[in-house]
């Protein structure tokens, strides 16, 4: 798997380049010492083809909207999002591949070592499927940082289109995570756009009920 290191604010400019045949995987980031190392982890583990681009983002744009805009400015069948804190498990995107594709599904859960499966913290997402979901972002632009990729399991989940294997490892290494608090603002914007099935795209009550 090839890796790459760019600033945010480089993508326009890169986008000729940023295309791949296999999975782009995409990091944002902003310690970048943590970021090389988790990359080089997951590049010798992945066992499959595809990018790693870690993006730093030194003017705090924040993760959704560092994946909105390499997801415009790229093509690949595949996009990938974890962060500079994952640590790998052997060969998580050949097994992440293999699983999602045996079950037709779009978008698939990486076992993070928290959310056994409910949601994909990281995933991997199928192109075609996500700009059907957008128009063309891969998160909800008004999420900044937390429930962006809550919103989009749940939608593959109405849509039947989520899948997830506990073998395909990507697990989150925040040691202060239990401590830590969400975004305020994501997490009020997340209970209207549950009340609302996320502007009609999840009929299942159970779904909209979760994390609200």
């Not at 760019?6 to 791949?20: H, N």
């Not at 296999?22 to 595809?50: F, H, I, Y």
């Not at 097994?95 to 779009?106: F, G, I, P, Y």
């Amino acid at each position: 798997m090839q890796t790459a290191v760019v600033e945010a604010s480089q993508i326009a400019a890169l986008a000729p380049k940023l295309q791949t045949n296999g999975a782009l995987v995409v990091m944002p980031a902003t310690d970048e010492a943590m970021a090389k190392k988790a990359m080089q982890l997951a590049a010798a583990r992945a066992d499959a083809p595809g990018l790693l681009l870690v993006v730093m983002d030194q003017e705090r744009m924040g993760l959704v909207k560092v994946h909105n805009l390499v997801f415009k400015h790229s093509d690949s069948p595949w996009y990938g999002y974890i962060a500079q804190d994952a640590f790998a498990g052997r060969h998580w995107l050949s097994q992440a591949l293999d699983a999602v594709q045996k079950a037709n599904a779009s978008l698939i859960g990486f076992n993070d070592g928290k959310w056994q499966g409910q949601i994909a913290a990281f995933g991997l997402a199928k192109r075609a499927w996500v700009r059907s979901v957008y128009e063309g972002d891969f998160f909800f632009a008004g999420y900044q940082s937390h429930y962006a990729d809550v919103e989009l399991t749940l939608i593959a989940r109405e849509q039947a289109q989520y899948a997830y294997d506990p073998n395909a490892v990507m697990v989150e290494v925040d040691w202060d995570k239990d401590r830590a608090s969400v975004n305020v603002a994501d997490k009020s914007l997340y209970k209207t756009r549950a009340q609302s099935g996320f502007a009609g795209r999840v009929q299942n009550q159970q779904l909209r009920e979760l994390f609200s």
